[in-house]
């Protein structure tokens, strides 16, 4: 039954005009991901399926993963703060060069208060 889905699904595609570039309709798109993502799910091989349907392996790739990228095109909201539990740490350097690395601020404070 699988053979003969990947032939009917070949001369679908392949009676699609212009082999470079070419605009699939989505119907037909749709369909060929269902299978691919069906048959990568039974273990078949990209590399065999793209030499099953005539496409670039790429395409099966993206193709076969289509169904479930659709469900997240959506963009969230997203709220970036910042990790608490990562203590920033700075660098002191006198005008001489004279260097004191990786202090946290109270420690900085401090440094700069004692040496006034």
Same mark, same amino acid.
């Given at each position: 039954?699988?053979? +003969?889905?990947? *032939?009917?699904? +070949? ?7 212009? !082999?470079? #570039? +070419?605009?699939?309709? *989505? #119907? ?5 991901? !269902?299978?691919?993502?069906?048959? !990568?799910?039974?273990?078949? $091989?990209?590399?065999?399926?793209? @030499? ?12 076969? $993963? ?17 990790? @608490? ?15 004191? *690395?990786?202090? $946290?601020? @109270? ?10």
């Amino acid at each position: 039954m699988a053979q +003969r889905d990947a *032939e009917k699904l +070949r001369r679908e595609l392949d009676s699609v005009a212009g !082999r470079q #570039g +070419r605009c699939f309709p *989505e #119907g037909l798109k749709d369909r060929a991901s !269902r299978w691919l993502s069906e048959r !990568r799910a039974a273990g078949v $091989t990209v590399s065999v399926l793209a @030499a099953q349907l005539g496409l670039a392996e790429g395409t099966v790739l993206r193709w076969s $993963t289509r169904s479930a990228h659709t469900q997240t095109r959506t963009l969230l909201p997203v709220t970036v703060v910042p990790d @608490a539990s990562i203590e920033r740490r700075l660098s002191v350097v006198s005008p001489s060069g004279f260097r004191i *690395e990786e202090l $946290t601020f @109270a420690e900085a404070a401090a440094l700069l208060k004692a040496l006034g």
